[in-house]
């Protein structure tokens, strides 16, 4: 339990209660921003870098002095990556909280079940890093600050033809909501990239033995894996494909970005490339201030995770700032209008649906970390849709 003095209150499951409550003095001189993010279950460590990532940016907005004079509390749920679980803690968040707006630090389903709560109580939504389409299709009052699964899924097609000159790929699906966005991208354009799609495999998130598929990827003898997946999963299927002579370089996404991919694969994931959305070796002074803030205060790398929530904590702050007010209505138009805004992944601004257009940047396992390898910068090939 965080102390509300660091302007966060921690809750561990939609029946949680604050310890400490403050008094009705203390309350009006704090801002509530509601945040939800999977703290128990199968993403816990994608949980646990989304919650320091989005301490990290409160710690930082408070010693600046808050919104308009304001601390800022950070009111925090677990919804263990369930959708089941996400739509009380949207109620609770609205209805017992009194927030005027929030941000997911969670995957696609739960975001999705609480983005249409949130929407019809007329509060500002954020999804920090969830990449399903329909997140933001919600309405009006939901944004996104990452790049989606279908947009991300192009990257790879252009990674692999124009930048590594490969051209036969096999591909390996996640049948989840991630996955299928990444793949169904990925297919839309492989094409226009002369690639020849040997195969498609598909596994449940359940998956840790990928015996069958390395089996049939082998005989595919591929120039390159476009695997779909979550550093559980990628790091046992890579591992796999290496101990079973597979040497065709793997192309993964941002659900191998953090440390604990390289923990699982260990020396099988050198090489392995990803499409995310952060740069460990930005010169940016504000990728460069958070990388290093982040690694201080977690004791682990910065991760996607970590910076996407960092970044949606900060530009739903920029909008209360600017607003003015607690109104929803104009902390939602003003972050409707957001352009040019610098943060940890990026450079932030929205259109008409509430997506960003960002490039996307390439990360390589060197030497036991991950490192800089390219960016793919194509405003026509990464076009966000608009409706």
């Known amino acids: ?5 660091r302007g966060i209150i921690a809750m561990g499951g939609v029946a949680a209660i604050a310890v400490g409550a403050a008094t ?6 704090t801002v509530k921003i509601g945040f939800n ?18 301490e990290l940016a409160v710690e930082e907005i408070n010693a600046k002095g808050g919104i308009n004079g304001k601390r800022v509390e950070l009111v925090i749920y677990d919804d263990q990556a369930k959708a089941v679980q996400a739509i009380p803690v949207a109620k609770k968040l609205i209805g017992q909280d009194g927030v005027k707006i929030a941000v997911s630090g969670s995957y696609s389903g739960p975001t999705r079940a609480a983005a249409g709560v949130f929407q019809e109580a007329g509060i500002p939504y954020i999804s920090a890093y969830a990449v399903h389409p329909d997140i933001t299709r919600a309405g009006p009052f939901v944004f996104r600050t990452s790049t989606m699964g279908k947009v991300q899924g192009r990257a790879g ?5 124009d930048i590594m000159g490969k051209k036969r790929v096999s591909i390996v699906t ?7 966005s990444l793949s169904e991208g990925f297919k839309s354009v492989a094409a226009d990239f002369g690639i020849t799609v040997l195969n498609e495999y598909e596994y449940s998130l359940k998956d840790r033995q990928f015996g069958p598929i390395v089996a049939s990827i082998k005989a595919d003898n591929p120039e390159a894996i476009y695997a779909g997946g979550y550093y559980f999963t990628a790091g046992p299927l890579v591992s796999q494909l290496r101990v079973a002579g597979v040497t065709a370089p793997v192309i993964g996404q941002e659900g191998y970005d953090g440390d604990t991919f390289i923990k699982i694969a ?21 990728i460069r201030r958070f990388i290093e803030a982040f690694e201080r205060k977690a004791g682990f790398g910065a991760d996607m995770v970590s910076a996407s929530t960092h970044t949606a904590i900060n530009v739903a702050v920029a909008a209360m700032r600017k607003a003015g007010t607690d109104d929803p209505k104009a902390i939602r138009d003003t972050i409707a209008a957001t352009r040019n805004f610098t943060a940890a992944t990026g450079t932030i601004g929205f259109n008409a649906l509430g997506e960003v257009y960002k490039p ?11 490192h800089h390898f390219a960016v793919i910068d194509d405003p026509k090939l990464l076009a966000p849709p608009t409706e």
Do not use: C, Y
């Open 24 to 29: 009705a003095e203390a309350a009006s001189d």
């Open 266 to 286: 260990k020396e099988a994931a050198e090489g392995v490339l990803i499409t995310t959305t952060l740069d460990r070796d930005s010169k940016v002074p504000v």
């Open 157 to 161: 097609p252009k990674l692999i033809a």
């Open 37 to 54: 993010a999977p703290l128990t279950g199968f993403a816990a460590a994608d949980g646990k870098s989304a919650r320091l990532g989005a």
């Open 360 to 370: 996307v940047q390439v990360q390589v396992v060197r030497g036991g970390a991950w």
């Open 1 to 5: 339990m965080h102390k509300l003095s």
């Open 174 to 180: 996640m049948n989840n909501d991630f996955g299928k």
